[in-house]
């Protein structure tokens, strides 16, 4: 058991890798220019893998992307079978992966949430020194 996952885990990597320097290098599609894959995940069987892609700057929208990928999914195949050594290339799924941005919204939220606090303290603590009479 121990064996397929890790072997899974390498192809994730591998695929991972091979389409970063893909898109990154070979790509011709604009589109796909601020796109970077943040992660992989391949089935048991490696017959299916999902490609997880963010995207870098505001110019490109997630359907646009995914148009492209499809659009670029037999070369990207193509690639993957060249420098994979697995009889099988896994068929791709593209997932937009919007962590950084959420992240990125989440963090606005902190911190306008500790400034509001901070202010809340500065007008009730300014003349209270949080000793009793």
């Known amino acids: 058991m121990s064996r397929d996952f890790t072997r899974s885990s390498r192809l994730e990597e591998q695929v991972q890798r091979i389409l970063s320097d893909v898109l990154r290098g070979e790509a011709r599609d604009p589109r796909l220019h ?20 963010a995207i870098l700057g505001d110019e490109a929208e997630p359907d646009e992307v995914l148009a492209a990928f499809a659009k670029a999914n037999g070369f990207l195949r193509s690639r993957l079978a060249k420098e994979l050594t697995i009889r099988r290339v896994p068929e791709l799924r593209y997932v937009h992966d919007n962590s950084g941005r959420e992240g990125d919204r989440l963090e606005a939220l902190i911190e306008h949430a500790v400034a509001q606090d901070k202010a809340g303290q500065d007008e009730s603590g300014s003349d209270d020194s949080g000793e009793e009479s």
């Open 34 to 53: 601020n796109v970077i894959v943040t992660d992989a995940e391949v089935t048991r069987d490696l017959s299916l893998a999902k490609v997880y892609f």
